[in-house]
Antibody, heavy 123, light 106 residues
Framework: QVQLQESGPGLVKPSETLSLTCAVS?????????WVWIRQPPGKGMEWIAS???????YYNPSLKSRVTISMDTSKNQFSLKLTSVTAADTAVYYC????????????????WGQGTLVTVSS | SYEVTQPPSVSVSPGQTASITCSGD??????AYWYQQKPGQSPLVVIY???RRPSGIPERFSGSNSGNTATLTISGTQAMDEADYHC?????????FGGGTKLTVL
């Protein structure tokens, strides 16, 4: 069974960079599937941020693309998110998740999720 | 950019049928997915590819998608079904979520 665990600072100052890591256990991320970041502001709906495949293929939400970098460290079996120039609007619970496919397509669903980590942007 | 819209809240009496809608331009031409999220928990898919139910999801959960609207239907709603439900669709290579619907069973 695949398990995902987010980690990173719970508080980030405005204009700084938010950095999160997702540690994966139970499956080698270099073997396949897309790995994604999704966030949920308090009391609001979810927002897909970015996705990555071990080949280096990435997809980004166009609304966040200019500020987001997703990367993968297969030696540590983890993937990471960096979001620059954060504002209060970036305050959210950040989830890492796994797509059930190695093809980034509409036939796929998110079948494993981390527990989520709350990141607050405040001075 | 593509958007899908859900009602913020839906209420249902125990044992009755709950319907949660998700609207988007020509949504019926895309697949709709539904995720259930209980307080403090991560989302769980309850319906995928419009109508399919993952193993372990009760038969009372069903889905449909036609025209501009996808619908999640819960028949014989139970108290344990009280949760937030999120609609999700794909637009080319972009994943889109609705704002979520809080289902209250009262």
């Amino acid at each position: 069974q695949v398990q995902l665990q987010e980690s990173g600072p719970g508080l980030v100052k405005p204009s700084e960079t938010l950095s999160l890591t997702c540690a994966v256990s139970g499956y080698s991320i270099s073997s396949g599937y897309y790995w994604v970041w999704i966030r949920q502001p308090p009391g609001k709906g979810m927002e897909w941020i970015a996705s990555i495949y071990h080949s280096g293929s990435t997809y980004y939400n166009p609304s966040l693309k200019s500020r987001v970098t997703i990367s993968m460290d297969t030696s540590k079996n983890q993937f990471s998110l960096k979001l620059t120039s954060v504002t209060a609007a970036d305050t959210a619970v950040y989830y890492c998740a796994k797509l059930d496919s190695s093809s980034w397509s509409e036939n796929s669903l998110f079948d494993s999720w981390g527990q989520g980590t709350l990141v607050t942007v405040s001075s | 950019s593509y958007e899908v819209t859900q009602p913020p809240s839906v209420s249902v009496s125990p044992g009755q049928t709950a319907s949660i809608t998700c609207s988007g331009d020509k949504l019926g031409d895309k697949y709709a997915y539904w995720y259930q999220q209980k307080p403090g928990q991560s989302p769980l898919v309850v319906i995928y590819q419009d109508t399919r139910r993952p193993s372990g999801i009760p038969e009372r959960f069903s889905g449909s998608n036609s025209g501009n609207t996808a619908t999640l239907t819960i028949s014989g709603t139970q108290a344990m079904d009280e949760a937030d439900y999120h609609c999700q669709a794909w637009d080319t290579s972009t994943v889109v979520f609705g704002g979520g619907t809080k289902l209250t069973v009262l």
